[in-house]
């Protein structure tokens, strides 16, 4: 046995607990500063993407205020394009993602490296979003446009009906009455 823990102990270095909690450091440093380059790295690129966007947003109405770009330093960084649409980098693969927040959840709507491809991306979203806005504005004036004359209709029927009623009841009291002076002595 004394065989095995002299082996045992020419194996194992012998280092302090100073030593020790010295290497932990700078091993913790090392990640913070992985941390802090990659996030320095993704706003980098975000802003990149939100300078070339920049005059584009321009050309949106002035009365559509749904879309502004907002660079949001979180965790993750993200370029907000509107109330449920970001960009957001892929840290290992330096990837733009177009990611859309609905009610059903997440959902990457484009995927791609280069800056140019995802500003068209983002340009094919918020141009989507406005003729999906405008045809539905269209559709609600064309279901107002629909239900005026309907509507004038169906007071015109309401008013029928009333009448129907109250020629009803008067004739049913005529009736009565001059049933019961017919059966009367």
């Given at each position: 046995?004394?065989?095995?823990?002299?082996?045992?102990?020419?194996?194992?270095?012998?280092?302090?607990?100073?030593?020790?909690?010295?290497?932990?450091?700078?091993?913790?440093?090392?990640?913070?500063?992985?941390?802090?380059?990659?996030?320095?790295?993704?706003?980098?690129?975000?802003?990149?993407?939100?300078?070339?966007?920049?005059?584009?947003?321009?050309?949106?109405?002035e009365?559509?205020?749904?879309?502004?770009?907002?660079?949001?330093?979180?965790?993750?960084?993200?370029?907000?394009?509107?109330?449920?649409?970001?960009?957001?980098?892929?840290?290992?693969?330096?990837?733009?993602?177009?990611?859309?927040?609905?009610?059903?959840?997440?959902?990457?709507?484009?995927?791609?490296?280069d800056?140019?491809?995802?500003?068209?991306?983002?340009?094919?979203?918020?141009?989507?979003?406005?003729?999906?806005?405008?045809?539905?504005?269209?559709?609600?004036?064309?279901?107002?446009?629909?239900?005026?004359?309907?509507?004038?209709?169906?007071?015109?029927?309401?008013?029928?009906?009333?009448?129907?009623?109250?020629?009803?009841?008067?004739?049913?009291a005529?009736?009565?009455?001059?049933?019961?002076?017919?059966?009367?002595?």
């Open positions: 046995m004394d065989t095995r823990e002299k082996n045992h102990a020419e194996l194992a270095p012998s280092r302090s607990l100073r030593e020790a909690i010295l290497e932990e450091r700078l091993k913790e440093a090392e990640s913070i500063d992985r941390v802090t380059d990659r996030r320095g790295s993704e706003l980098a690129r975000l802003e990149i993407l939100e300078a070339n966007l920049g005059d584009a947003f321009d050309d949106i109405p009365a559509d205020d749904r879309f502004a770009l907002l660079l949001s330093p979180s965790e993750p960084a993200r370029l907000w394009v509107d109330m449920l649409a970001y960009v957001a980098m892929d840290a290992p693969a330096r990837t733009y993602r177009l990611i859309w927040n609905g009610g059903a959840g997440r959902r990457v709507l484009a995927e791609t490296e800056v140019a491809e995802m500003k068209n991306h983002v340009l094919d979203y918020v141009a989507g979003q406005i003729v999906a806005r405008e045809r539905q504005l269209q559709g609600l004036a064309d279901r107002q446009a629909m239900r005026a004359p309907v509507s004038s209709r169906a007071r015109r029927g309401i008013g029928i009906v009333v009448w129907a009623f109250v020629i009803g009841l008067l004739t049913g005529f009736c009565l009455l001059a049933l019961a002076y017919l059966i009367t002595p």
